[in-house]
């Protein structure tokens, strides 16, 4: 079946460059609404970004309207380095006020079953249902130079097509346990927003991008918005493979 996937690619020259255009953007879009349910990715990719909202703008956004979700986290304890919420409460929740209220943390202490089942029904009670599946406004997602995004590997793509919310997912090379976004929750999104930087990323971002013939290797390549729009931020360096470029 032919797939029309409809996205925009913008290519930055530098991080800053990329990280103004996803302030602006989230400034923008916060604007439009009374509350947002904002999904933040994790890893390395978004520490940047989240330092450039915090030095930069801690008065432009009303951070009162946005409630923060994450779209995935290692199940590890929030204070460990590998905690995406570590990162971003060091990065940017702790230097915006933002009522801890709205901050709606994946509990990596938990026992995986039971967090995903508890934190799919805190998505369920606070997250616009639309079509019987939880919508919400901006979605980033990061990209693994495996092709996978939050923390639906390649051999999990099944994650694709669960009726779930949340989902327990496994690092196919770690073995780390995961809790994740199921793909439906995410393709049901108003925004995604997919960031990849450096050098790392060219060759994958160029196979789910330019390359056709893998369409459904990937899981970044079954993100395709049912009703929502789909921005690449990338940089030179993961752009340098791409045909379109
Ligand atoms: C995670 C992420 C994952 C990440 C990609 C890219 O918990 O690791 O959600 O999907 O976005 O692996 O990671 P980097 O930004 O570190 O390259």
């Known amino acids: ?37 904002l999904v933040l990715s994790g890893g390395r990719t978004p520490k940047d970004i989240f330092q450039y909202l915090s030095a930069h703008y801690k008065t432009k956004i009303n951070w009162n309207k946005i409630k923060f ?5 290692r199940c590890v304890p929030p204070t460990d380095d590998r905690s995406n919420y570590k990162m971003a409460f060091d990065t940017l929740l702790c230097k915006v006020k933002i009522p801890d209220s709205n901050i709606f943390r994946i509990m990596g202490e938990n026992d995986p079953v039971e967090e995903a089942n508890r934190y799919s029904n805190v998505i369920k009670t606070n997250v ?26 390649t ?22 346990k995961r809790i994740t976004l199921t793909g ?20 994958i971002i160029s196979e789910v991008i330019d390359n056709k013939t893998n369409l459904k290797k990937y899981p970044a390549s079954f993100i395709i918005p049912k009703n929502g729009k789909l921005i690449w931020l990338l940089d030179q360096q993961s752009a340098s493979l791409l045909k379109v470029n």
């Open 128 to 153: 616009q249902i639309k079509n019987n599946v939880p919508r919400f406004d901006l979605i980033m997602l990061g990209l693994g130079e495996d092709g996978h995004t939050a923390s639906i590997f």
């Open 1 to 37: 079946m032919e797939f029309i996937v409809c996205y925009d690619i913008k290519i930055f020259n530098s991080i800053n460059n990329l990280s103004l255009y996803f302030a602006n953007l989230l400034m923008n879009e916060v604007k439009e609404e009374d509350k947002f349910n």
């Open 155 to 176: 051999d999990q793509i099944n994650l694709f097509e669960d009726n779930k919310i949340c989902s327990v997912a496994v690092h196919p090379a770690s073995l780390q």
């Open 69 to 73: 979700f994450w779209g995935d986290e």
């Open 184 to 203: 439906k929750v995410i393709n049901h999104a108003k925004t995604i927003v997919f960031i990849a930087t450096g050098k790392s990323k060219s060759k």
